[in-house]
């Protein structure tokens, strides 16, 4: 937390990215309804969020692998870095959810059950691409691959995060979008175990 708080200004700056992207789909679509709700609420918080956690192991320099090589194993190191990311995406996918509320206004009477899904789903698009970036970090474009590889496995997850926040927001009931959660959680776990499973090799080049 300390060494991504030498960041701090892109962490501030996601906060405004996401009430300007808000406020421009409340003028642009004053008025929304729930069959877009959830399309829009994932543009926005994909496109202004991704940025604050998606280069978590970019902009490390070289040096810096090789003092937290010294100090922690590569697991711990990882785990630290996935906690992390899911906090802020916690945290971003939060602020957009309220300021969707207080701009937009709520769209149905189980806007939480949509909350529940986002944060799962959010969850899980903070690993893929912690995981990628400790991947593309170690390569002489990592700004070209991350995407590439992070975008195969995102669609899966934001088409689930879709289905089952689309299920609450009609308000069908919790048994109608239980199934995409524990898909989410499923997948939100393969992907920390996969990940813990690879970073040792990747730490060694």
Known sequence: ?????????????????????????????????????????????????????????????KGNFVFWHQMVS?????????????????????????????????VSDNTWGFYLISLFTGAGISFIYTISSSIAAKTDSPGILLPVLSFPLTIPIILIGIKGGKNAIDDLGFITYFPEILLLIGFDVLMVMMGIALIKFIWKE
């Open 74 to 106: 590569p697991q711990t190191f990882l785990g630290g870095k996935l906690i992390l990311a899911f906090l802020l995406m916690f945290i971003f996918t939060s602020f957009a959810f309220l300021m969707f509320m207080l701009i937009h206004g709520s």
């Open 1 to 61: 937390m300390k060494e991504e708080w030498k960041n701090k200004y892109t962490i501030v700056g996601v906060f405004i990215y996401i009430f300007t992207a808000v406020l421009i789909t409340f003028l642009a679509l004053p008025g929304i309804d729930k069959p877009h709700f959830s399309a829009i609420f994932w543009i926005v918080v994909l496109f202004t969020t991704l940025q604050g956690i998606s280069k978590t192991f970019i902009t490390m320099k």
